[in-house]
C-alpha cells in the first residue's frame, strides 16, 4: 500500500509504502515500476538510507516481502541544494545516503530513523536543518521559470530567456538542479501530466491534445519511450 501527504519541507512529499507478503503459491514478488518524475528521494528502506536521483526512465524495483519504504521526495530542482550534490551526478541510480554526506553525518541520520516511532519526521526534520543552514532554499528563481516554462511548452530559448540565461548557461544550470536538460525535463513533466489526465478517466487522444502531444501516435511513443510500457498498462 502507498501513502502520502505534503511534507514540511517545501515543494516536497512524504511518502510510505509497505510491501505486501506474497500469497500462498505466488512464486517471486511482482516488478514495480518507478516512472520519471523530475524528482529525487530520500528513502528509509530497509534499515538503510538512500538517495534516488532523477531519473531518465522507469526504475525497475522487486520488493521483498514485508520490506518497508519511507521516502521524502523533493520538487523538481529542489534537492541539490538541501542534498548538496548536482542531480546530474546521481542520475538514473540510487546510492547510499553516505557517499553523499560526510559518513558519520549519515550514520546519525540513520540511527535517528532507526529508533525513531516516525521515520518521515526524521527525514523531515534534517532536510529542514539542511535547508535553515544554507540560509534558505537555493535558486528559487531559476527552478520556478525552468518548470513553468517546460510546462508551458515553450521552447528552449524562450524558457532560457525567461531565466535570464542563454541557453548553454542554461543547460548547465538545469544539469545541477535537474539532471538533465530542459527538454528532457519537459517531456518527463509532460508524460505525468499526461498520465493523470488518463488514470482520471479522460480520453486517450483528449488527453494527447491536452497535454501538448502532436497526436495520440505520439503521446504513445513517448509513454513507452520514458516508461518502457503502454498507457493502457499504466493505468490499469
Known sequence: ??????????????????????????????????????????????????????????????????????????????????????????????????????????????????????????????????IRAAGGPADTALISAVVGGVRAGLPVAEVAAGAGLGVRQLHRRCLDAFGYGPKTLGRILRMNHALALARRGMPYVAVAGAAGYADQAHLAREVKSLTGATLGELTR
Do not use: K, N
Open 1 to 130: 500500500m502507498y501513502e502520502e501527504r505534503r511534507a514540511r519541507v517545501p515543494e516536497a512529499v512524504l511518502w510510505w509504502q509497505d510491501a505486501p507478503g506474497p500469497a500462498p503459491g505466488s512464486g517471486p514478488p511482482p516488478v514495480r515500476r518507478v516512472l520519471p518524475d523530475g524528482c529525487m528521494d530520500l528513502i528509509w528502506m530497509d534499515g538503510a538510507l538512500v538517495v534516488a536521483g532523477p531519473d531518465t526512465a522507469a526504475h525497475l524495483v522487486r520488493d521483498h516481502a514485508g520490506s518497508r519504504y519511507v521516502g521524502l521526495r523533493f520538487g523538481p530542482g529542489t534537492a541539490p541544494g538541501i542534498l548538496g550534490v548536482a542531480a546530474c551526478e546521481l542520475r538514473d541510480q540510487r546510492v547510499p545516503l553516505a557517499e553523499v554526506w560526510p559518513e558519520a553525518e549519515a550514520r546519525r541520520l540513520s540511527e535517528r530513523a532507526a529508533e525513531a516511532a516516525d521515520p518521515g519526521a526524521v527525514l523531515e526534520e534534517a532536510a529542514l536543518g539542511r
